[in-house]
């Protein structure tokens, strides 16, 4: 698929995902002769995995850190990066935990809004009108 169908198919600009590109996060699987960026679902797969932990408030170079680990295959270094993998399991677990806490205040607030439009209107209260203090002049 062409950047835009993928932009299309994932709600992301097409800015973004050039800039993803730009910064080795998500390169297109191919070009077409005149240069077009062009797009596998694998390609999609791992976009998909990028918003996840977007949605987690990683930042890029953790993101970077993350897809590696995915990909790792086996061996020595397939141990060592299962460390790291249990690592960023545990932090994107206190990161979900932050924002469904999150989540139930904007619940709470939404909830509180929601009860106060559907109570009758009421005349606001007057406070009373304070006379000026006259100093003795």
Do not use: C, N, W
């Amino acid at each position: 698929m062409h950047i835009g169908e993928l932009a299309d198919r994932t709600g992301l600009s097409l800015r973004t995902l050039r800039h993803y590109d730009e910064v080795g996060l998500l390169r297109p699987s191919g070009r077409t002769l005149g240069g077009f960026r062009v797009y596998s679902e694998e390609d999609f797969t791992r976009l998909t995995l990028i918003r996840q932990a977007r949605a987690l408030k990683f930042s890029l170079e953790e993101i970077s850190e993350l897809l590696d680990v995915l990909t790792a295959r086996s061996g020595y270094h397939g141990l060592v990066k299962l460390d790291v993998m249990e690592t960023l399991l545990g932090e994107a677990r206190r990161r979900r935990t932050r924002l469904a806490a999150d989540l139930e205040r904007a619940d709470d607030l939404i909830t509180h809004l929601s009860t106060r439009l559907q109570q009758p209107t009421q005349q606001p209260t007057q406070l009373p009108v304070q006379q000026p203090v006259q100093q003795p002049g």
